[in-house]
């Protein structure tokens, strides 16, 4: 359960870095990444624990650094994408307004 409340920390600390490194961030909130990142991260872990992955020789490094990964990774999709797609309804908005 240790390895948990670990993952979820790294995850959490991951997804504020991967807010705070975004030029894009004033578009989406703070706690999206950081969010998104816990629970991919911890539905890795919950995966990995269940297949059996975890405390077998061999075997332990996975449920800690598999969601980790996963877990970063998915901040990092969720602020690229957010980012550029509501930048550009932004700009059509704004487009629109200035239009009338």
């Known amino acids: 359960m240790l390895s948990l409340v670990i993952v979820l920390l790294v995850t959490v600390a991951a997804g504020f870095i991967v807010w705070a490194n975004d030029r894009r961030h004033t578009k989406y909130g703070i706690l999206l990444p950081a969010g998104t990142a816990a629970v991919v ?47 550009a309804q932004d700009t059509q908005r704004l487009t629109a307004a200035l239009k009338i």
Not at 59 to 64: E, G, K, N, V
């Open 41 to 87: 991260g911890m539905l890795a872990w919950i995966i990995c624990i269940w297949a059996g992955l975890g405390y077998q020789p061999g075997l332990t490094w996975l449920p800690w650094v598999l969601p980790m990964v996963a877990g970063t990774a998915s901040a990092l999709a969720v602020a690229v994408y957010l980012g550029r797609a509501r930048a």
